[in-house]
């Protein structure tokens, strides 16, 4: 499978459900969130905006997804919201189409237009890799099946605090109903 194959397979409505490892504090918060993917030609006019904000040529990209999330974490203050959106374009390397960048017109961790990395691997895992101006990201997506998806990150600001997180993904019916979200416990002792 090649990059842009794993995000046509991601296309679709998906409720993830979350545990980020908070290690500084030793403790674990949970969260879930609704994430919609949609894979993108390398001719959408936003996969050629992404590239030009840039600076890369757009006949490079082989393609790219609009990403749109909305979510909550344990720990929210009231009135707290996880919700946004990114474009995500593809430009794989010349001697590798197995790797490439990865141009974002804003990131997930800070809200930047941000360039990363990414490979497939030899199990069809993908794998990002993203610096930020005040962080470092690494996360791992692979399918279990067509409708289940799992993803770990990390998370370590240059100030030394590092999080870990696992998500279980699993596709919804775009005709199925959202929920309202119900709280979760805080923490795991």
Not at 77 to 103: C, I, M, W, Y
């Amino acid at each position: 499978m090649n990059v842009m194959e794993f995000f046509q397979r991601s296309s679709g409505r998906w409720l993830s459900r979350r545990t980020t490892h908070h290690l500084a504090f030793q403790r674990s918060e949970t969260g879930e969130s609704y994430i919609e993917i949609t894979a993108l030609a390398a001719d959408h006019p936003q996969i050629i905006s992404t590239c030009q904000l840039h600076e890369v040529d757009p006949q490079l990209a082989i393609g790219g997804a609009y990403v749109t999330w909305n979510g909550f974490m344990a720990w929210d203050k009231e009135g707290e919201k996880h919700e946004g959106s990114t474009l995500f374009a593809l430009v794989p390397d010349p001697d590798n189409p197995q790797r490439g960048k990865l141009l974002r017109d804003r990131g997930y961790a800070e809200t930047v237009p941000v360039a990363g990395s990414y490979h497939m691997d030899n199990d069809c895992e993908l794998v990002l890799i993203t610096e930020y101006p005040s962080m470092h990201t690494i996360e791992r997506f692979w399918f279990t099946e067509p409708n289940v998806r799992l993803r770990t990150s990390t998370v370590q600001w240059l100030g030394g605090i590092t999080t870990a997180t696992f998500c279980t993904e699993t596709r919804l019916e775009m005709d199925q109903p959202t929920v309202p979200y119900t709280k979760v416990p805080a923490f795991f002792g």
